[in-house]
Nanobody, 115 residues
Framework: QVQLVESGGGLVQPGGSLRLSCAAS????????MGWFRQAPGKQRELVAR???????VYVDSVKGRFTISRDNAKNTVYLQMNSLKPDDTAVYTC?????????WGQGIQVAVSS
């Protein structure tokens, strides 16, 4: 089993920044995908960014150039640096790990962008 614990959410003004962290524990293998999904009220959950254990990244178009995903494999932690935040980025952000055919999810963390 894998446990994922997120931190770093909150309320920020438009144009501001936040950094989300997700620490994984349990049965972690060296090859996996880690990423962040988000779900805004009334919308479907979408993939925001994903990173392989080798460091290859993928972003949804709406966050390219503003968000950066990174990971520290020694700490089994993935980060999402979010800059130039917009009200449309308001959502519950959830950490995800995919390894050996299994998906694991964090509890979700609220990010609110508002003046």
């Amino acid at each position: 089993q894998v446990q994922l614990v997120e931190s770093g959410g909150g309320l920020v003004q438009p144009g501001g920044s936040l950094r989300l962290s997700c620490a994984a524990s349990g049965s972690i293998f060296s090859i996996n995908l880690m990423g962040w999904f988000r779900q805004a009220p009334g919308k479907q959950r979408e993939l925001v960014a994903r990173i392989t254990s080798g460091g290859t990244t993928v972003y949804v178009d709406s966050v390219k150039g503003r968000f950066t995903i990174s990971r520290d494999n020694a700490k089994n932690t993935v980060y999402l640096q979010m800059n130039s935040l917009k009200p449309d980025d308001t959502a519950v952000y959830t950490c995800n790990m995919y390894q050996r055919g299994n998906n694991y999810w964090g509890q979700g963390i609220q990010v609110a962008v508002s003046s």
